[in-house]
Every structure is written in C-alpha cells, then in structure tokens.
C-alpha cells in the first residue's frame, strides 16, 4: 500500500448485463476488455471489486460519477480502509468455515 492512494471500488448488482459493465470500465479506465471481464468476474464473484487506486481522488471520483449515473454502485475509498474490508471479509468467511466443521466424531 502507498500513502494517499484511494480505491474505486464498484459494486455487484443483478440489474446491468455483464457487457455493458465490460464497456464501461473499458471506456472510463485504461483496462483492456480482457482485464475488464477479469474484473466484471471477480466483482460477480465477490459482489464487489476495486477497479481503479491512485492518489488523484477527483479522477476517482469522476469515475464513480459516471458509473452512479447509470445506477451502479460505486464508492471511492482510502485503499487502506479498502484492504481492512476484505481482510475482514477473509476472517469472517474462515470463521464461518470453522463453525460449520465437525472436528471428531464420538462412537459407543
């Protein structure tokens, strides 16, 4: 992580087509369509994903204000609050895991 660094990060939803969300982060960010799929993918997958990170927040934010526009979700975030969320999103699913394992079975 770089000090001053922000994320955008966009947000998984059932009403935009997967196409249409490739073309926007192809238009609105330097992605290719490759890396634009790998991240529709990931944000399909994990409900969220962080397109673009750099210190220039108002680019960031201008980003987020074409995305909201079409009714998207979108924030822009420290990318230190953003690494504590999925960090947190990690713990929490391997406590969960944790809580549905059986850890011996008793036999009489």
Request: aromatic content about 6%; glycine content about 6%; hydrophobic content about 40%.
């Amino acid at each position: 992580m770089m000090k001053g660094q922000s994320c955008f990060v966009l947000w998984d939803d059932e009403k935009h087509s997967f196409d249409g969300v490739i073309r926007l982060l192809v238009d609105t960010t330097n992605r290719t369509r490759e890396e634009a799929i790998d991240t529709t993918v990931v944000i399909d997958e994990q409900e969220r994903g962080v397109t673009d990170m750099h210190a220039n927040v108002t680019r960031l934010l201008e980003t987020a204000r074409t995305f909201s526009q079409i009714d998207l979700g979108a924030t822009v975030r420290r990318e230190y609050d953003t690494f504590r969320e999925q960090i947190s999103v990690v713990i929490i699913e391997w406590v969960l895991g944790l809580t549905r394992s059986c850890l011996g079975t008793t036999q009489a």
